[in-house]
């Protein structure tokens, strides 16, 4: 969740409005600062949550590993005073997804503990973590349910198709493996997936990069229902 409000949700006048007391209220929990390099995690998955992060600036990711090994990638975010651990924090459970530093990163400790007691004290600031979440809830089951329900050459052409019509908060990796992770499969099936679309003249490959090459095309095949077979 990110501190600042969404000023499209419902509640962002009363949030606005107390913006500042509830950035005063969570860093009066803060308990130390800690410098990570890049390849470090804030948070691990299984761990248990006694302190939030709050990454002012910088690049992290997020990701699931089931028994077999298999890893899902939510992608890379540029951060702007973004906060982890606040799921945990709620419900008490683990940790459900490891966060890792992208790049060397500042980030502040706030203890779990000393929030809770915050919250008791003054409820009203649950109400940021309710509206962000919800933000974060819906925007995360798109990326799910999109990943589920849609073939991956859809997937990869509907991904760029966003990120090139859109400011996404969700970034992709530069590396193969991460970013075929990223659509829930291995990096030899990422590959056949953006061949075809290379092939279909749609998008063409530099490096790691796509790039759409025609959008027009790349519209067409999108809003043509018959690549779920694919």
């Not at 803060?30 to 691990?44: E, F, N, Q, Y």
């Not at 509907?158 to 992770?181: C, H, M, Q």
């Amino acid at each position: 969740m990110q501190i600042e409000p969404n000023p499209n949700t419902r509640f962002y006048p009363f949030l606005k409005a107390h913006s500042e007391q509830f950035r005063q209220k969570l860093m009066h929990c803060a308990v130390a600062t800690r410098h990570l390099i890049k390849g470090s995690a804030l948070l691990t998955q299984g761990q248990v949550v006694d302190h939030l992060y709050l990454v002012p600036h910088g690049r992290v990711s997020m990701n699931i590993t089931v028994a077999s090994g298999k890893r899902f990638q939510l992608g890379e975010v540029q951060c702007t005073e973004q906060i982890f651990g606040e799921m945990e924090f709620l419900n008490q459970n683990l940790c459900q997804w490891s966060v890792v530093a992208e790049q060397d990163i500042d980030v502040t400790a706030i203890s779990v503990a000393k929030l809770t007691r915050s919250l008791q004290a003054h409820p009203e600031i649950a109400m940021f973590f309710a509206s962000a979440l919800a933000d974060d809830y819906q925007d995360s089951m798109d990326i799910y349910t999109q990943r589920l329900l849609r073939p991956i050459v859809y997937n990869i052409a509907y991904d760029l198709w966003i990120r090139d019509s859109n400011t996404v908060v969700l970034g992709g990796f530069a590396k193969i493996d991460p970013e075929a992770e990223r659509f829930g499969t291995i990096s030899r099936v990422y590959r056949r997936a953006v061949k075809e679309l290379v092939v279909r003249g749609l998008v063409r490959k530099q490096g790691a990069h796509l790039e759409i090459l025609d959008r027009q095309g790349l519209k067409a095949f999108l809003d043509d229902s018959s690549h779920n077979d694919l």
